[in-house]
């Protein structure tokens, strides 16, 4: 049982990877090692034509299911969209929104993030918001500045009682499927200066229940690590957490 203010959240995101089988197989695995999801949260981020298969496996369990991507209007002219209200019926309680992925690959703009982040409240999802900065802009002494910017048009339309429900994540994007994993200094700055960011917008009762996650290279040897920087309410994983075999150590990286 861990001794911490917030409960530890562990997110895995699939990203545009594995199949249907495999899929079901690494939900059930996981699952089978779950235990009550009292010390910890676990999700995955699973590609949206899995969601129903995937939702249905982990029912009857502490296993959270998510979305990687959603559009804020509820229905429409947008064709190879996501409404948050599909997610919810096919079984999803979450969405990551604003990861690196889709605002520099896709290019999507600060700009939609605040309405992507109040329309995924609005249908009861669970958002986690990722934010971070390049390596041109780290080398530039840019990054608290780009947190600000980010955080500023994620936050756009939240309320402080909409904070219990909200985890920011930050992914240097130059750390991302890199094998480079930001330093502890360098990752307790960065939750730090957002940790008071929260607290300048929201207030320190409604800051102090928002979780913020790391994301960057996540791998098994350095989970315990990161997890034992106090600013450091969690991780979001990427490429090790497609196989049981590298994701479960970090599940379990108080238990080794």
């Known amino acids: 049982m861990t001794n911490r203010a917030r409960k530890p959240y562990i997110a895995g995101n699939w990203k545009m990877n594995l199949d249907r089988l495999k899929s079901l197989d690494l939900v059930k695995t996981i699952k089978g090692r779950l235990g009550d999801g ?38 429409g002219a947008f064709t190879g969209e996501l409404a948050p209200r599909m997610l919810r019926e096919v079984g999803a309680d979450r969405v990551l929104i604003g990861h690196s992925e889709r605002r520099h690959v896709f290019q999507e703009p600060d700009e939609w993030m605040g309405r992507k982040l109040r329309a995924a409240l609005d249908a009861d999802l669970l958002p986690i918001y990722c934010v971070g900065e390049t390596l041109d802009e780290r080398k530039g002494h840019k990054t608290e500045r780009v947190l600000k910017r980010q955080l500023e048009a994620g936050f756009e339309k939240v309320a402080a009682v909409d904070a219990h429900r909200i985890t920011v994540a930050y992914e240097p994007v130059w750390a991302i499927g890199t094998g480079e994993t930001a330093t502890s200094e360098q990752v307790d700055q960065a ?18 229940l928002v979780r913020i996650l790391y994301g960057g290279s996540v791998k098994p040897d350095n989970a315990r690590e990161l997890m034992a920087i106090e600013s450091v309410d969690g991780l979001l994983v990427g490429g090790a957490s497609l196989q049981a075999e590298t994701f479960l150590p970090i599940l379990e990286y108080d238990k080794r």
């Open 191 to 208: 939750h730090r200066s957002i940790r008071k960011w929260l607290v300048q917008r929201l207030g320190d009762e409604a800051a102090n």
């Open 38 to 75: 009292n010390d910890r949260e676990v999700a995955i981020f699973v590609p949206a034509i899995y969601l129903a298969d995937v939702t249905a496996v982990a029912q009857g369990s502490p296993l959270g299911c998510g979305g990687q991507n959603i559009w804020h209007e509820s229905n």
